[in-house]
């Protein structure tokens, strides 16, 4: 049985380069309740979801609360428990409420920062493989950096959330 909802199809959102956030021509991807929590492991639910998707390097925690991307690695962010209000794309993004079964995926050089979260809030981050996770400031000697690193970021092998023939596979493809 598939713990992913029938039907789940991601919201696409492209976040412009705001000169201290580069984001990314490919589009920030957010799927709301598509993951069907198991509630005695919804943590363990989200995690074997991802690694089945070919996303490894899971950890546990929340998003920190301050503005950040990372240049060389896609990510992909499945909340297991509670709920929080983040800003995506940068200080000119979106500040989305995301919660419990919401999985949001972001292309490398994508912003974000956790602006409030219920106490209860946990969220799984997940990579494709072969690539490292480096937490990057919104500074302008980074954003020059990043803009050199960010195209060379190889695509996922799966959407993390459907798989090789997901969402994540046609709204990503490159020309």
Known sequence: MSVVRDNAEPRAIVFE???????????????RGAVKLDSRRPEATIENL???????????????????YHATVHEVLGVARG????RFGGDHGQELEIKAGDV???????????????DDFC????????SKMVVTRATPENHARALKTIPEVALPPADPVTGKNGALMRLWSRP
């Open 123 to 130: 969220i799984i981050g997940a990579y494709p493989p072969g």
């Open 17 to 31: 380069d705001d000169g201290l956030v580069p984001n990314n021509i490919l589009p920030f991807l957010v799927y």
């Open 83 to 86: 709920s929080a209000r983040v």
């Open 50 to 68: 991802f690694e089945a998707n070919s996303w490894g390097g899971t950890w546990r925690n929340g998003v920190y609360d301050y503005l950040h």
């Open 104 to 118: 949001a995926i972001l292309p490398a050089g994508t912003g974000h920062q956790c602006i409030r979260a219920s």
